[in-house]
């Protein structure tokens, strides 16, 4: 991670509603030879079982999701606002259709256990998952989430995962 220091998830001083919701993110799982991203404005920042956590949602359609299934780790990479033509690109095409990494112009980095993340990211949170399941449409308290947002019936799934490292620009 040349050129990122490594900071304590404490010291992370960004309104997370902002950082998620307003800036997006790059969710990344795999290894090097073979790893997938997407984006996403959907999850949380917080603090968990003595740990510092992600939760992160994922519809089971997206091809990102075998990744995050099959690996233990996955990052969370944000960015500054001259890549959001870089987000767009890697939330509406799919890597089952193309190379979307190098389509959106981002160049491929890997921290010491081999998760990727991008050069271009300011800010990268490495994770370790904790915690999955979908979410259930009898569970939901205002049934109108439903309605509004699974017609597909494409519950998410959401991951809990520790923040393992922390590395900003
Ligand atoms: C701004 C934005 C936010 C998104 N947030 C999420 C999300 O939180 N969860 C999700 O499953 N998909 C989300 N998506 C959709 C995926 O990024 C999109 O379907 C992507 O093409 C999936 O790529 P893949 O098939 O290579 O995994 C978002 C898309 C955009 C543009």
């Known amino acids: 991670m040349e050129n990122f220091k490594s900071i304590n998830p404490k010291e992370i001083n960004e309104n997370a509603?902002?950082?998620?919701?307003?800036?997006?993110?790059?969710?990344?799982?795999?290894?090097s030879d073979s790893f997938n991203t997407m984006t996403a404005s959907w999850g949380t920042i917080g603090f968990l079982w003595g740990k510092p956590v992600?939760?992160?949602?994922?519809?089971p359609q997206r091809h990102t999701f075998g990744f995050v299934e099959k690996e233990n780790e996955f990052t969370l990479s944000f960015f500054s606002e001259e890549y959001r033509k870089a987000l767009n690109i890697c939330g509406s095409t799919?890597?089952?259709?193309?190379n979307k990494v190098e389509k959106a112009g981002l160049s491929p980095i890997f921290t010491e256990k081999g998760n990727v993340s991008f050069k271009e990211a300011n800010m990268v949170l490495e994770c370790r998952k904790l915690y999955s399941d979908?979410?259930?449409?009898?569970?939901?308290?205002?049934?109108?989430?439903?309605?509004q947002f699974y017609k597909a019936n494409d519950f998410h799934k959401v991951y809990v995962a520790e923040i393992t490292g922390v590395y900003q620009k």
Not at 17 to 31: F, N, Q, Y
């Open 17 to 31: 509603v902002k950082m998620i919701g307003d800036r997006w993110m790059l969710i990344t799982a795999g290894k």
């Open 54 to 59: 992600v939760y992160i949602f994922i519809r």
């Open 94 to 98: 799919s890597g089952r259709d193309c």
């Open 134 to 147: 979908y979410l259930k449409p009898e569970l939901f308290v205002d049934s109108s989430i439903v309605a």
